[in-house]
């Protein structure tokens, strides 16, 4: 499985072809009766920081009383499944760990599925959860939150040294991020022969916390694409990688399932790319005005302002 970077535009055609229709109590039926598994991005959608949007226990609830499989894909790095298996928990959401496939355990596996040399170290501009599931994947992280204090020191005859074993970077979101970091996977990239340049994803910004949205990891990878001049490869949405592993895990087919996202260009675009249903949610990102924009070409099949709304509209 190679991951891909698709091109928005490519289903400007398609997207455009059909307005996304208002969920309401007639097409809610016809989609619950249509859908054997429901994909839910997590940021925006089931939570916002660490507060749960209003109605999602009792949702989930009812989907899973209907017989439907459900999975929560997110591009957040911050956080290995394990780590996010505790925080549903806390939330007071009966999920496990195999549940859950973030964009942090999609670049483990990466290298996992394209042979990676064991031997071969990997640099983490990004949270632990990166490094946790590098190293349950059986590779040897460097960086992370450990260079979280460390400074780039600008003197002269002063060499930046580099781990030259550093065969793999990958970036995902880092509130942590300085210029040590930048420089050393710069260096790792530029200098290391065959070194991969990997994002967890490409988000530009995230609800971090309740109140309001913070830069995402599309601002750590645009830095390092600056300083290479190289793209990435990306892992997370809407990069159909997560998917494939996916599929291969629960046999489930794409068109009998619904992938719930607040954001048009990362969840609707991963849903499209890969044949699913997609609803959008207006609990976070995308906002009704940037949906009905002239110049947006992602449309959603429906859309609806929050995930419990499925519950009202059917009546449960």
Not at 147 to 169: I, M, P, T, Y
Request: aromatic content about 8%.
């Amino acid at each position: 499985m190679e991951a891909t970077n698709p091109n928005p535009s490519s289903m400007s055609g398609v997207a455009a072809a059909s307005a996304a229709e208002l969920l309401c109590c007639a097409n809610a039926r016809a989609l619950l009766d249509s859908v054997d598994a429901f994909l839910f991005d997590c940021d925006g959608v089931i939570w916002k920081g660490d507060k749960l949007i209003d109605g999602v226990p009792q949702t989930l609830d009812m989907l899973r009383s209907k017989g439907k499989k459900l999975v929560f894909v997110t591009n957040n790095s911050t956080k290995s499944r394990i780590q996010y298996a505790n925080k549903f928990q806390s939330l007071g959401l009966s999920v496990n760990q195999d549940e859950i496939f973030s964009s942090s355990f999609a670049a483990a596996m990466y290298l996992k599925v394209n042979q990676f040399p064991p031997h071969k170290k990997v640099y983490v501009i990004g949270g632990e959860g990166i490094g946790q599931e590098l190293q349950l994947a059986g590779f040897t992280a460097l960086g992370g939150p450990e260079d979280a204090e460390k400074r780039a020191q600008w003197k002269s005859n002063c060499l930046f040294e580099h781990d030259k074993d550093v065969g793999a970077v990958v970036v995902g979101l880092d509130p942590d991020i300085n210029y040590y970091k930048l420089q050393y996977a710069t260096l790792c990239i530029r200098e290391n022969p065959g070194c991969l340049f990997i994002a967890t994803n490409r988000d530009s910004v995230g609800h971090m916390t309740d109140l309001q949205e913070w830069p995402g990891a599309g601002c750590m990878v645009a830095a390092v694409c600056g300083s290479t001049e190289q793209e990435p490869i990306v892992v997370g949405k809407p990069s159909t990688f997560m998917m494939d592993f996916l599929l291969q895990k629960f046999n489930l087919t794409t068109s009998r399932m619904c992938m719930v996202g607040d954001r048009l260009d990362t969840d609707i675009l991963f849903g499209q790319n890969a044949g699913c249903k997609t609803l959008l949610v207006l609990s976070g990102v995308t906002t009704q005005s940037t949906l009905d924009d002239p110049s947006n070409s992602i449309k959603p099949d429906y859309y609806t302002d929050k995930v419990s709304d499925i519950l009202s509209l059917l009546g449960e």
